[in-house]
């Protein structure tokens, strides 16, 4: 039988695979994919607890983060696009306009 | 023989069963309508087509199997080999994955799911990254810019078509597919009769999806070498041309079933019955149809200039004249087979006659140049795609709490419907050169 | 034990194609890998009984967002970038910190058997469709808006960001 420490699991391996990616990489849009992984870890426990209780919250709650994934990915990405029309470069380390 | 399987396994049999049919029947099937193509293709311009392999070109397509099979593998030298590999696996997983829940039948279908159509529709916008990745994978200019345009198309007009869908699926009230049909049997009306205009969408939408004339400005010759599909060749490419094929199958599916009444026949709801016999009058139709063919076959064969071609015309003749037998002899059949075997006959049918509409159309209009493509998509079709949401479900509305009468609801919303699709053809497209002098400043 | 079979299958399938995500130099590889965890996240939530969950991670996630991400990547030049030095000097503070996420998840689990109530499983309703569409249109109605709304500002955003000349 599959229990929700399983799935919790899985979700807790997931979450902090991508930590690792946003805390590690240089690529900026590996750091956005590895944003996309927390916010999917998230929702597989999300679903799970829904599951465990018999409630649809859950997924309707997971659904809405799917949504707010997508408009976050769709600005990110421009902002990325534009930043690499100007500086020609996608690693965060060079992206230090700001600094003195 | 059923009692030799372990109960653990006797749920799985039968799907799987399906599943190796499908599998083993798709490619050749493709094959045939390639041929199919070419043939109507040749009517339409007045001339014969495929002759000369085998009698009546019926070899052609295992002619050119084999030479796809023979021929040799080049890959690019500069390409992404594990990309390269992967994305023609990808288009023909997508597209065979989508017959998971296709319902030839009433008991032919390998999963019933309880959103079945979202399924296919979801497994669909999947084969997109075989295109993206494969114009990616080959490392060349026309590759890529085909792949993102079509890409791009793809996007655009699955949009649409799944707003076509819902308009449908407002009448039917369930997402499985088999529900579907069953809703068109219960109200005893075809879809397409109370949803035209979702019809037409859904048709254009499927269209632009498959990358179908007068869609295909990725893959023309004239454009882009052969836009995404440019550095495949030999088995590669035919994979690539059989989820093209197996995804047109599939669209002329998703329409069969849930406008034109999936395997249900003609007038559901007319029993009438054939000289006092247990035989309805609507049930011989199958059989009839395949006796029409039959003698006809029989009236053009002394008309052959060859020897050979005499000879498969009589025997197709006569193979028609077995099949009317044996939906004759279906009609005494338990009712389930009898089900089966006409449920089959027509979904088929009603496919087939999807992908002549899509024949016809490729070999009758001009080609859309892909600003206009674009355009048509996302000020066209989407727009009409949810003016005809609203109107199937407010007639719905009227029809159910306010109690209208349903002809005069369906008419109004489809009048006004009408009108919006006017209004929105009626744009006058910008010239190009004022578009230019815009931007400039 | 089909039901385990699955989802060990998806589980190692999901976790595996992370690993590989967040640790290879080309972007593309990394895209399509984010595509096979998203789909056994999918397959995830269909062993959980939640199929309209699992047609809208398909259709959202890796038909549009995933989309999404691999034109920007084909947009950006890549050569250069795939030469340089993948992974930055935080390496060992980030390994650090999972491993504590890590341990201080899995003893709550191990040491806490009341640290999550176990109701009886609930039975939930077999159209699902269903219930998610009546609790998104009842209960959920103002949110399903704003959403909409976010949906409309982060389309504008976009554009006005991607555009060569404003």
Same mark, same amino acid.
């Given at each position: ?12 391996? &997931? ?78 380390? $060079? ?6 | ?70 021929? %040799? ?147 023309? %010759?004239? $454009? ?6 440019? %550095? *495949? ?10 989820? $093209? ?54 009236? +053009?064969?002394p008309r052959q200039p060859v020897q050979i071609q005499k000879f498969v015309m009589a025997a197709a003749g006569g193979l028609c004249l077995l099949l009317a037998g044996a939906m004759a002899a279906s009609l005494f059949a338990p009712p389930t087979v009898m089900q089966g075997v006409h449920g089959g006959f027509w979904f088929m049918v009603k496919v087939m006659a999807y992908l002549y509409a899509f024949l016809w159309i490729r070999f009758t209009f001009p080609r859309y140049r892909f600003d206009q493509l674009m355009r048509l998509g996302w000020r066209f079709l989407i727009p009409l795609a949810l003016v005809n949401v609203i109107g199937v479900g407010t007639a719905i509305v009227l029809q159910q709490q306010w109690g209208w009468n349903p002809r005069v609801t369906e008419l109004v919303t489809l009048a006004a419907t009408i009108g919006v699709a006017i209004w929105l053809a009626s744009e006058d497209e ?12 | ?13 999901? !976790? ?21 965890? +998203? ?7 269909? =062993? ?12 959202? *996630? ?22 340089? !030095?993948?992974?930055?000097? =935080?390496? @060992? ?28 499983? =609930? ?20 949110? @399903? $808006?704003?959403?909409?709304?976010? &949906? ?15």
């Amino acid at each position: 039988m599959i229990s929700p420490e399983h799935y919790l699991m899985l979700s807790l391996a &997931l979450f902090t695979i991508g930590v690792i990616g946003v805390l590690t990489r240089r690529n900026v849009i590996i750091i956005l994919m590895s944003i996309e992984l927390i916010l999917n870890a998230v929702n597989i426990n999300l679903v799970a607890f829904s599951r465990l209780y018999g409630d649809v919250n859950g997924q309707v709650f997971a659904i809405f983060i799917i949504t707010d994934a997508a408009a976050e990915a769709a600005v990110g990405l421009g902002i990325i696009l534009a930043f690499f029309r100007n500086r020609e470069t996608l690693l965060a380390d $060079e992206m230090d306009l700001l600094k003195w | 023989m059923m009692h030799l399987i372990p109960p653990a396994i006797v749920p799985y049999v039968l799907p799987v069963v399906y599943a190796l049919v499908i599998v083993a029947v798709l490619p050749l099937m493709a094959g045939y309508i390639v041929l199919l193509e070419r043939k109507v293709m040749a009517d339409m311009q007045a001339r014969l087509g495929p002759m000369r392999v085998g009698p009546h070109g019926l070899l052609q397509p295992i002619a050119d199997a084999v030479k796809l099979l023979l021929k %040799e593998d080049i890959v690019p030298r500069e390409a992404d080999r594990l990309m390269f590999y992967v994305a023609p696996l990808v288009s023909v997983t997508m597209a065979l994955l989508a017959y998971a829940a296709m319902p030839f039948g009433p008991a032919f279908q390998i999963a019933d799911l309880n959103v079945g159509l979202l399924f296919i529709l979801a497994v669909s916008s999947l084969g997109i990254y075989g295109i993206v990745l494969g114009g990616w994978a080959s490392n060349s200019h026309y590759s890529l810019l085909g792949a993102l345009r079509s890409a791009a198309q793809l996007v655009s007009y699955e949009t649409a078509a799944g707003l076509g869908l819902v308009s449908g699926l407002l009448l039917a009230g369930s997402l499985s597919m088999k529900d579907i049909v069953q809703a068109q049997a219960d109200q005893g009306v075809w879809f397409i009769l109370v949803a035209p205009i979702g019809f037409f969408v859904y048709l254009v939408g499927s269209i632009a999806e498959t990358n179908r004339a007068p869609f295909d400005l990725p893959e023309a %010759e004239s $454009e882009l070498v052969a836009g995404y599909m440019t %550095e *495949y060749s030999g088995f590669r490419w035919s994979l690539y041309f059989l989820a $093209e094929y197996a995804n047109m199958i599939i669209v002329a599916g998703i329409a069969t079933t849930l406008f034109l009444g999936g395997w249900l026949r003609p007038f559901p709801r007319i029993h009438e019955h054939l000289f006092g016999t247990s035989v309805e009058l609507l049930d011989a139709l199958p059989s009839l149809i395949f006796l029409a063919i039959g003698l006809y076959c029989f009236r +053009l064969t002394p008309r052959q200039p060859v020897q050979i071609q005499k000879f498969v015309m009589a025997a197709a003749g006569g193979l028609c004249l077995l099949l009317a037998g044996a939906m004759a002899a279906s009609l005494f059949a338990p009712p389930t087979v009898m089900q089966g075997v006409h449920g089959g006959f027509w979904f088929m049918v009603k496919v087939m006659a999807y992908l002549y509409a899509f024949l016809w159309i490729r070999f009758t209009f001009p080609r859309y140049r892909f600003d206009q493509l674009m355009r048509l998509g996302w000020r066209f079709l989407i727009p009409l795609a949810l003016v005809n949401v609203i109107g199937v479900g407010t007639a719905i509305v009227l029809q159910q709490q306010w109690g209208w009468n349903p002809r005069v609801t369906e008419l109004v919303t489809l009048a006004a419907t009408i009108g919006v699709a006017i209004w929105l053809a009626s744009e006058d497209e910008k010239p190009v050169a004022a578009v230019v002098a815009a931007d400039g400043e | 034990m089909f039901s385990q079979a699955v989802f060990y299958f998806f589980a190692a399938l999901a !976790v595996t194609s992370a690993i590989l995500m967040v640790t290879r130099r080309n972007i593309i590889h990394g895209a399509v890998f984010l595509i096979t965890t +998203l789909l056994a996240t999918a397959g995830i939530f269909l =062993q959980l009984d939640a199929e309209f969950l699992f047609v809208v991670q398909i259709i959202l *996630y890796v038909g549009g967002i995933m989309v999404l991400f691999v034109f920007v990547i084909m947009l950006v030049n890549l050569d250069v970038s795939m030469r340089l !030095v993948q992974f930055n000097h =935080q390496r @060992f503070v980030a390994g650090a910190l999972a491993l504590v996420l890590g341990a201080q998840v899995f003893l709550a689990l191990k040491v806490g058997p009341g640290v999550m109530p176990h109701p009886a499983q =609930q039975i939930m309703s077999p159209k699902n469709t269903e219930a998610v569409g009546d609790a998104l249109f009842t209960h959920y109605m103002l949110p @399903f $808006e704003i959403a909409s709304i976010l &949906l409309l500002v982060a389309m504008i955003g976009a554009v006005v960001m991607a555009k060569r000349r404003v």
